[in-house]
Nanobody
């Protein structure tokens, strides 16, 4: 069992930055690849970024590439999402998750444990 708690969301103006954190319980955090997803009202949850267990490999959705950076500190059982140049269309609830399936690493089906999410609102 893994518990995930996100923090760092809030209200920011377009062009601003936020840094999200996801703290995980459990002693095997360094064994998991991790992902960030987001869900805006009335839409499906969508992939944002993922990071391998060691942190050596990262992947991003095209919509955030060059603006967002995912990272992790295994010693702190924490994964981060640095979000720069935010746009109103980035407004959503952001959730972190533990990857359970490599084949499904870009979809919600590939992830097992989920956090409750943190709200990010970008004003224009």
């Amino acid at each position: 069992q893994v518990q995930l708690v996100e923090s760092g969301g809030g209200l920011v103006q377009a062009g601003g930055s936020l840094r999200l954190s996801c703290a995980a319980s459990g002693r095997t955090f360094s064994s998991y690849a991790m992902g960030w997803f987001r869900q805006a009202p009335g839409t499906e949850r969508e992939f944002v970024a993922r990071i391998s267990s060691s942190g050596a490999i990262t992947n991003y959705a095209d919509s955030v590439k060059g603006r967002f950076t995912i990272s992790r500190e295994n010693a702190k059982n924490t994964v981060y999402l640095q979000m720069n140049s935010l746009r109103p269309e980035d407004t959503a609830v952001y959730s972190c998750a533990v990857q359970g399936s490599y084949n499904g690493r870009y979809s919600t089906d590939g992830y097992t444990y989920w956090g409750q999410g943190t709200q990010v609102t970008v004003s224009s």
